[in-house]
């Protein structure tokens, strides 16, 4: 099993550039989510998803769009990157009963200049 | 709004000394606890977590909590830390599955 698996590892983007950071994962999990880690800051929840079709606004949700159009992916879309999202993103997968909690991918460091 | 904070942000110890991070929640009823450990430039690993039941959890690399309902709090600890456990530890509680909310971190560094 792959698990969760993001893409890209790094990225570097312009002030007003768009891109979409690809998470999907292999288990079958119904729940996913988008976090971002900022140093002091822990992490926090930007979109969720509870399963194909249904997504909801996190703590941050502001500048970035998901859709879920398959149980298996979930990608995190920014529309005009700006600084204030250079940060570490993780995406999560975990099964409705969630017993074994949150499985995380390895991240993506974003940097807007 | 349920929250979930962290004691110490950062934490210096001696190899084998024992260790002690404290995590208090703000949920009203039931809740499930988590505490997911993360080594540098790596992603977040689960360590622990409390459903229900007994309220002393053990979970992975001899790490263990302690969910007390009176005081809200859900310490993880462990008798004898290693210099690998150098690490940031973070809490997390949540209700339904469908989202976690995170403590801010504690960076623990072991040194030899």
């Known amino acids: 099993n792959a698990g969760v698996t993001q893409t890209p590892k790094f990225q570097v983007l312009k002030t007003g550039q768009s891109m979409t950071l690809q998470c999907a994962q292999d288990?079958?999990?119904?729940?996913m989510s988008w976090y971002r880690q900022d140093p002091g800051m822990g992490l926090r929840l930007i979109h969720y998803?509870?399963?194909?079709?249904?997504?909801d606004q996190g703590e941050v949700p502001n500048g970035y769009n998901v859709s879920r159009s398959t149980t298996e992916d979930f990608p995190l879309r920014l529309l005009s990157a700006a600084p204030s999202q250079t940060s570490v993103y993780f995406c999560?997968?975990?099964?409705?009963?969630?017993?074994?909690?949150?499985?995380f991918g390895s991240g993506t460091r974003l940097t807007v200049v | 709004a349920q929250s979930v904070s962290q004691h110490n942000h950062h934490v210096i110890l001696s190899e084998a000394a024992s260790l002690e991070l404290g995590c208090n929640y703000s949920?009203?009823?039931?809740?499930?606890l988590f505490w997911y450990v993360q080594y540098p430039g790596q992603h977040l690993q689960l360590l622990l977590k409390?459903?229900?039941?007994?309220?002393l959890v053990k979970g992975i690399k001899g790490f263990e909590a302690e969910f007390i309902k009176s005081k809200f709090s859900f310490n993880l600890r462990k008798p004898s830390v290693q210099w690998s456990d150098t690490a940031e530890y973070f809490c997390?509680?949540?209700?339904?599955?469908?989202?976690?909310?995170f403590g801010k971190g504690t960076m623990l560094l072991v040194s030899p």
């Open positions: 288990m079958n999990h119904e729940y």
């Open positions: 998803s509870v399963g194909a079709g249904i997504t």
């Open positions: 949920y009203g009823g039931t809740v499930n």
């Open positions: 999560a997968s975990s099964s409705a009963g969630g017993r074994n909690g949150y499985t």
């Open positions: 997390a509680g949540g209700r339904g599955y469908s989202t976690l909310t």
């Open positions: 409390y459903f229900s039941g007994d309220p």
